[in-house]
């Protein structure tokens, strides 16, 4: 990712969420060939993970610098295997010389429980026995405050001026908040409706209203739209909540109180206090459904691309050429040319697409039979070359056919379906990109 785009809040409380999908199981074509399910990925993505700013690093003071001011960025998108808090796996494969030692002392402590119970009972104290220890039986205690509700009103409120698509003007009142989440339209867009895991775009305008400080915006510096899967948790509920139900192209205000920010732990990095209330101008930019396609004037490949016929939502069909020799480099052809910005490397993008053999045009995968888009970060390692560099370039809202020599694919060891030193062909749907 780009270290000039800022970031809108820390992770969410379901970061196993299957809703969200997981990319390690649906990379097309399965895993990148290697050991394992290992991913490749840049330090300067990976050190940039899960808040605003990196450990250590100050908050942006006003006017700094484009590199002091960007906040840091949600980068990795790969669950980790399942491990226990002791590192060992959740389901190994056997019990071992560990689980025979735990094994045996269960044992000896439950015939002890036997013969204490039975003592117990034989001198009439089985009411004292029965008694639970009051201490151990207690409900856990909650770790975080839970959400409030959402009003679309307060006693009193922010104001805000500007148009949508730019910077917002935010002037706090002079008394302190009353403590709702509120989540108020200020203009209503005429775009699709969000809905829960819809994939989702926004830029935003923020500040702390208990210290009147601005909070870093994704209009400062050239930088880009935050894009998550609405109402998953994937970020703080004053953006994952305040969006769903809302159409693209509204813009919104949300005052958010701690719980529905960062908590009562706040976010010392970029002095925000564990009491602050938080204000947020949300710009929502684009929806799209989970199993969305783009859409709009076909240019058909030359005649030396496989051919390409639109199914809608479904499965694209790829016709190989007839004799046609393997091809030994990258080949792309904008089948309809979307009309947004052009997807730049280290973007996180959101595609559907639809891959075949090169020689039989026999498909291995599709997005679209699992009614799933498919994200990741452009040229950061995470799927095959020929993807990282046939993307870069390309027009969000554009539909792109990939022929791709197999030295950019799976090389000499194949994977799955796919035969060691097979080329392929990809068709590829760009419905969105930006930051995440």
């Known amino acids: 990712m780009t270290e000039k785009t800022p970031s809108p809040g820390g992770a969410g409380t379901a970061a196993n969420d299957s809703s969200a999908g997981d990319p390690a199981a649906s ?13 490749v990925v840049p330090p300067s993505i990976l050190k940039q993970q899960a808040g605003w700013a990196q ?12 590199t002091d001011d960007a906040p840091q960025i949600f980068a990795s998108t790969v669950r980790r295997g399942d491990t226990s808090e002791a590192g060992y796996d959740e389901n190994p494969p056997g019990v071992g010389r560990l689980g025979v030692i735990l094994g045996t002392v269960l044992a000896v402590l439950l015939a002890g429980s036997a013969v204490t119970l039975y003592l117990v009972n034989k001198d009439g104290k089985s009411d004292t026995a029965a008694k639970p220890d009051a201490a151990k039986s207690a409900p856990p205690t ?32 002079g008394e302190a908040s009353d403590g709702s989440f509120v989540v108020k339209v200020l203009s209503e867009g005429s775009g699709p409706k969000v809905d829960k895991n819809s994939w989702t775009s926004v830029d935003y305008t923020a500040k702390d209203w208990t210290t009147g400080k601005d909070i870093p915006s994704s209009y400062d510096n050239n930088g880009k739209p935050q894009i998550f899967q609405a109402g998953t948790d994937a970020l703080i509920p004053a953006l994952d ?15 958010a109180p701690p719980a529905a920010a960062f908590g009562s732990q706040g976010k010392a990095d970029m002095s925000i206090g564990a009491k602050d209330d938080l204000v947020f101008v949300i710009d929502i930019r684009n929806a799209n459904a989970p199993d969305a396609v783009v859409s709009g004037t076909v240019t058909p490949p030359p005649a030396d691309f496989p051919q390409v016929k639109d199914n809608g939502k479904k499965p694209a069909e790829i016709t190989p050429v007839a004799g046609a020799k393997d091809p030994t480099e990258l080949k792309t052809h904008v089948l309809i040319k979307g009309t947004g910005p052009a997807v730049e490397k280290g973007e996180k993008v959101v595609v559907q697409y639809t891959g075949a053999l090169f ?61 060691p030193g097979a080329p392929l062909v990809f068709v590829v749907d760009i419905l969105d990109a930006g930051q995440g």
């Open 27 to 39: 990379r097309p074509g399965g895993p990148l060939p290697g050991d394992g399910e290992s991913i």
């Open 55 to 66: 450990p250590g690093e100050q908050p942006r003071a006003s006017g700094g610098t484009k």
């Open 142 to 173: 909650p770790t975080a405050d839970p959400v409030p509700p959402i009003k679309d009103s307060a006693k009193v409120l922010p104001t805000v001026t500007g148009d949508f698509g730019k910077k917002a003007e935010i002037q706090v009142p």
């Open 241 to 255: 909540q305040a969006v769903v139900g809302k159409k693209a192209g509204s813009r919104v205000l949300v005052v």
């Open 359 to 419: 020689k039989d045009g026999k498909m291995f995968d599709s997005s679209l039979s699992k009614g799933q888009a498919f994200s990741f970060p452009v040229g950061g390692s995470q799927v095959i070359q020929g993807w990282d560099q046939g993307l870069v370039g390309q027009t969000v809202g554009s539909r792109v056919e990939l022929v791709i020599p197999a030295a950019l694919a799976y090389g000499d060891k194949g994977q799955g379906d796919i035969p």
